[in-house]
C-alpha cells in the first residue's frame, strides 16, 4: 500500500521547519528583488570603508597580505588572499560576464546588428568620452594611465537603481541598459587585455592555446558535465598568469566557449519524462519491486533535466547567485576600503586622479551615452525602442556612470602606487553615489511610465518615415 505524499522530508520536526520558514521567508524574498544584489554591495562597501578608516584599519589591510597555499608534494602554489579574490574568484565573475555576452550574441539583444546598434553606439560612446575627459584632467605620465577607470558601467548598481523606479521604467529602457552594460563589459574586458597586461610571454600563451583546445576536444566528444571543464579552464588561467595577460580573462574566453544549444530541449525533456513515469509506475505495480531499480529511470530523469537547458542558460542561473551575493560583495568589501587621509590625496597627481575619474564617470557617462545614441539615430542607423524617448536615454546614461565592480578592479590593474590606487578607488565610490543619486532624481522628473509617442517603433519604421 502506497503511503501518501508528505510535504515534509521524514525526520522533519514541523515546528521547526514553520520556525525556519518564517525566518527565512523574508530572506527569501529580498534576494530574488532585483536591486538586491546592489544593496548587498553598498553594504560590503561601507563597512569596508569604515573599517579601513577606524582603529582596525592596520588588522583589515593585514587580513588582505594573509599568504594562502594551495598544492601537493613539490607542487605549491602560494599567493596572497588578495590575489585569490581578485584573480582568482574574480575569474568566475568574467566567466558568468562571458556567459552573459555568448548568450546575448546568440538569442539576445546583440544577435541582430539592427537592434544591436543602439546600445553599441551608447556604449562606445560612453566608454570613450569618460576616457577623454581623465586624460583631459590627467595629461601627467604617472596619472594618465588611470584612463581606463571611468569607463566601465556596473550591471548590479545601474539594474538597481532603474529597479527603485519602479513602473516608471518601461521595458525596453531596462534591455537598453543590460544590453549597453553587456557590451561595456566587453569593451572593459578588451582594455584589459590589451593595455593592462604586462607583456606577453608566448610559453604563457601557449599553455593557454592548451586549455582551449582541451575545452574544444571535450565538446567535440560530447562531454556535458561541468565539473569536466575545471582542468582545462585552470589550465587556460594558468596559461594567462604566464603570459602576462589578467587571468580572470580566461573566464570570458571558457564563457564564449560554452554551447548555447541544448541537447534534449523542452520536447526531448517531455519525452524522456513520460517514458520514466510508464517505467516508474509500472515498477511500483508490481510487489517485488525493489528500491534500487528506481536508480536507473531515476539518473534518465536527472539527465533530461540537466540537457533541458541549454549549458550557457543552466550555469548562468546555477552561478548567478554565488557571483552576485558572494563573490562581488567579498570583492568589494575587499577593495573598497580606502583609508581617507591627507598621504593617500596629499599631492596633486592624486588629486587629479580623483577628479578624472569623478568626472569622467559622473558627466563623461551621460554626455558620451547620449549623445552617441542621438548622432546615430539622427543619422537613421538605429532608432529609439518603442516606448523609450530621449529623457529615458538621458536616465540610462546617469546610472551608467555608476562604475564600482569593474573600474575599482581596473584602477587595480592601472596604479601601483598605494596613494593613486586609493584616489581612483575613492573617485570610483564616490561618483557612483553621485551618478546613482542623479539617475534617481532625473528618472522621477523626467519619467512617467505613459508611452512615448515620437519614439519610433522599429529601425524599419524610421528607414520609412525618412524615406516619406
Request: hydrophobic share 55%.
Amino acid at each position: 500500500m502506497n503511503r501518501p505524499h508528505s510535504q515534509l522530508a521524514p525526520g522533519t520536526w514541523a515546528p521547526a521547519r514553520r520556525l525556519a520558514q518564517r525566518v527565512l521567508g523574508p530572506l527569501d524574498r529580498f534576494l530574488h528583488v532585483e536591486a538586491a544584489s546592489g544593496i548587498v554591495l553598498l553594504i560590503a562597501s561601507v563597512v569596508a570603508l569604515a573599517l579601513a578608516n577606524s582603529p582596525w584599519g592596520g588588522a583589515y589591510e593585514h587580513l588582505w597580505h594573509v599568504p594562502i597555499t594551495i598544492g601537493a608534494g613539490s607542487l605549491v602554489f602560494t599567493q596572497t588572499l588578495h590575489f585569490c579574490i581578485n584573480e582568482g574568484l574574480m575569474t568566475i565573475f568574467f566567466f558568468v560576464v562571458g556567459l552573459e555576452i555568448r548568450r546575448e550574441i546568440h538569442e539576445g539583444e546583440l544577435a541582430d546588428l539592427k537592434r544591436a546598434a543602439l546600445p553599441i553606439a551608447a556604449a562606445v560612446g560612453g566608454m570613450i568620452a569618460p576616457a577623454l575627459l581623465y586624460l583631459t584632467l590627467n595629461a601627467s605620465p604617472v596619472s594618465r594611465h588611470g584612463w581606463g577607470v571611468p569607463m566601465a558601467t556596473d550591471i548590479a548598481f545601474a539594474v538597481g537603481v532603474l529597479a527603485l523606479l519602479g513602473k516608471r521604467v518601461p521595458p525596453a529602457l531596462r534591455v537598453l541598459l543590460l544590453a549597453l552594460a553587456i557590451i561595456d563589459d566587453i569593451g572593459a574586458i578588451i582594455v584589459i587585455a590589451l593595455f593592462y597586461s604586462s607583456g606577453v610571454a608566448w610559453t604563457g600563451l601557449l599553455i593557454a592555446g592548451g586549455g582551449v583546445l582541451a575545452v574544444l576536444v571535450l565538446q567535440r566528444f560530447g562531454v556535458r558535465r561541468p565539473v569536466a571543464y575545471v582542468a582545462p579552464g585552470a589550465l587556460l588561467w594558468w596559461g594567462m598568469l604566464r603570459a602576462g595577460i589578467h587571468p580572470t580573462i580566461a573566464g570570458v574566453v571558457i564563457g564564449l566557449l560554452t554551447p548555447v544549444r541544448s541537447w534534449f530541449g523542452s520536447h526531448g525533456f517531455l519525452k524522456a519524462a513520460r517514458g520514466v513515469v510508464e517505467e516508474v509506475g509500472a515498477l511500483t505495480g508490481r510487489e517485488d519491486h525493489r528500491a534500487d531499480e528506481l536508480l536507473s529511470p531515476l539518473r534518465r530523469i536527472k539527465q533530461a533535466q540537466r540537457e533541458a537547458l541549454a549549458p550557457v542558460v543552466r550555469l548562468q542561473a546555477a552561478l548567478h547567485p554565488w557571483v552576485a551575493y558572494g563573490i562581488m560583495p567579498l570583492f568589494a568589501f575587499a577593495n573598497a576600503g580606502v583609508r581617507v587621509d591627507g598621504s593617500s590625496l596629499g599631492h596633486a597627481a592624486s588629486g587629479a586622479v580623483l577628479l578624472g575619474v569623478m568626472v569622467g564617470l559622473v558627466a563623461g557617462k551621460p554626455l558620451g551615452v547620449f549623445l552617441a545614441s542621438f548622432a546615430m539615430v539622427r543619422l537613421g542607423v538605429c532608432a529609439l525602442p518603442r516606448g523609450v524617448g530621449w529623457p529615458g536615454i538621458a536616465v540610462v546614461g546617469c546610472v551608467a556612470g555608476i562604475g564600482f565592480t569593474m573600474a575599482i578592479f581596473i584602477a587595480g590593474l592601472a596604479f601601483d602606487d598605494p596613494a593613486m590606487l586609493a584616489a581612483a578607488k575613492l573617485g570610483v565610490l564616490l561618483a557612483s553615489a553621485v551618478a546613482a543619486v542623479i539617475g534617481l532624481l532625473v528618472g522621477r522628473l523626467v519619467l512617467s511610465g505613459a508611452p512615448v509617442p515620437g519614439a519610433a517603433r522599429t529601425l524599419e519604421e524610421a528607414e520609412s518615415s525618412t524615406e516619406k
